[in-house]
């Protein structure tokens, strides 16, 4: 099946800082790449869609200049998690879907980057 | 009423068991269904991947969708202690379209 590749697995920094997680479709390209929040033990929690070429489709609650997401190409989707603060420490989950020739109606999760925030 | 509903268990079996998980949904425009397997701290890996209504199998792992009841499942044969994690639902109207997710059931298969 397609492979989602979302880098760093695991980070850890000070409060303050920020964050940039990187999601990437290896073999096919994703015209809509998904962004989610996960605590533990709890569901898949939709905090954006994310769009080639354009600006990003924030949920209700979700604060864009905290949480910048950036779809640069097909291939790559970067959430950047700016000033972070401990409340931000969660495990962070891209997903994204094929697009084009390969449009499947799938769905497809990297492997989730868990964010540590001291 | 939420658009995907699933009991989060958790759900507990013996080794070898039959497993059934289900998820009821309420819009009749969702066509596109998947089962996703969850293990802790990793992302959800997709397992099952159905188009319509009908069954689809896989090894020991059988998708059904029933869109006049509104209602699918998977059916997990022989199931094996390797088979605990989380098992989420996910449904779509159509390529390019939100999905919707249940939120997980959890099971456990003891040895």
């Known amino acids: 099946g397609a492979v989602v590749s979302q880098h760093p697995s695991w980070v850890i920094c000070k409060s303050g800082t920020s964050v940039k997680i990187e999601c990437r479709s290896l073999d096919f390209q994703a015209t809509t790449m998904f962004w989610y929040r996960q605590f533990p033990k709890q569901s898949l929690m939709l905090m954006a869609t994310?769009?080639?070429?354009?600006?990003?489709?924030?949920e209700q609650g979700v604060e864009k200049d905290k949480f910048l997401i950036n779809h640069a190409s097909l291939t790559l989707s970067t959430l950047t998690v700016t000033s972070a603060h401990p409340e931000d420490s969660s495990f962070y989950i891209c997903?994204?879907?094929?697009?084009?020739?390969?449009?499947?109606?799938?769905?497809?999760f990297g492997e989730g980057s868990r964010l540590t925030v001291l | 009423q939420k658009e995907v509903e699933q009991d989060p268990g958790p759900l507990s079996v013996p080794e070898g068991a039959i497993v059934s998980l289900n998820c009821t949904y309420s819009?009749?425009?969702?066509?596109?269904f998947m089962w996703y397997r969850q293990y802790s701290r990793k992302g959800p890996e997709l397992l099952m991947y159905?188009?319509?209504?009908g069954n689809k199998e896989d090894g020991r792992f059988t998708a059904q969708v029933d869109k006049s009841s509104k209602y699918i499942s998977l059916f997990i044969r022989d199931s094996q202690p390797s088979d605990s994690a989380t098992y989420l639902c996910a449904m779509s109207a159509g390529t390019g379209n939100q999905f919707y997710f249940g939120t997980g059931t959890s099971l456990t298969v003891i040895p």
């Open positions: 997903s994204a879907g094929t697009s084009g020739s390969r449009n499947t109606g799938e769905l497809f």
């Open positions: 819009n009749s425009a969702f066509q596109y």
């Open positions: 159905t188009y319509s209504s």
């Open positions: 994310s769009n080639e070429g354009s600006k990003a489709t924030y």
